[in-house]
């Protein structure tokens, strides 16, 4: 048998697209038994936002030390960022939220560097435990935003709010929203010092460059790799702010031309 949208003979079909059916060969036929398929519930999985709130409760003084020491950052900028220890996956725990807040998955890294997300989250953004939904934050009217669950805890050890990407071409859609409602006067993003980052800090001015006037890139200075290098080497905030004062805004040039 066979079902045919042209031919218009036989039997018409009551399917959703319709046809008719034509039997090309005639046969003892018995319709097999209909199977009816239980759907099967995967096991609960406690939400995230309570398993980073366990998690925080796991990281100890002493992991917490010795992780910040490791990191080159400050002990406080892990709290600030609500990291904590997933003792089921034997690594430290960075939160991703969206632009209400909501925590949407979570980065893991291992103490010997290896990084992977938990299943079953979401890509977001690095942001501090104090953000707010309704965008009363605490931030100066200049947003930096930098790329890795790490460089947003050193800029935080020498006085800056930053905002992390989780990849250098992650977290458009999260960021262009923050930017959008937060309205800050400036935004400037830190590119790594490679050229995935440069191409990953150029895309996305592109797109918050239709939401702030003033959009501005940095790279670390003498050959560093990151912020948090840049940062280890001795970079303090105003030499941060100085190169963000050096830098160009970008800005897009509108051409027209006129076709009698």
């Known amino acids: 048998m066979v079902i045919c949208m042209r031919i218009g003979e036989g039997a018409k079909c009551e399917t959703r697209n319709g046809g008719w059916l034509h039997i ?22 406690p939400a995230l936002a309570e398993r980073v709130h366990w998690w925080q409760q796991c990281l100890t003084i002493d992991r917490r030390e010795t992780y910040a020491a490791a990191l080159g950052v400050d002990p406080a900028a892990l709290g600030a960022y609500a990291v904590g220890w997933a003792q089921e996956y034997k690594a430290f725990a960075h939160p991703m939220r969206d632009h209400t807040g909501r925590i949407t998955g979570v980065r893991l890294r291992a103490p010997d560097g290896r990084k992977w997300s938990v299943r079953g989250g979401h890509e977001g953004v690095f942001l501090p435990h104090y953000f707010l939904p309704s965008f009363v934050l605490p931030l100066s009217d ?19 709010d930053c905002l992390g990407r989780p990849s250098c071409s992650g977290g458009v859609q999260t960021l262009t929203r923050m930017v959008r409602q937060g309205n800050p006067g400036r935004v400037v993003i830190v590119a790594d010092g490679d050229a995935p980052g440069i191409a990953g800090a150029t895309k996305l001015a592109h797109v918050l ?52």
């Open 24 to 45: 090309l060969r005639e046969r003892d036929y018995r319709p097999a038994p209909r199977i009816r398929r239980v759907a099967v519930a995967a096991a609960p999985m």
């Open 142 to 160: 200049a947003w930096y935003i930098t790329e890795g669950a790490t460089d947003v805890l050193a800029a935080y050890s020498i006085g800056l």
């Open 209 to 260: 460059m239709f939401f702030c006037r003033d959009v501005r890139i940095i790279m670390p200075s003498n050959g560093r790799k990151d912020l948090r290098d840049w940062i280890q080497a001795g970079a303090t905030a105003c030499d941060i702010h100085a190169a963000a004062e050096a830098a160009l805004v970008k800005k897009y040039t509108v051409i027209s031309r006129y076709c009698k």
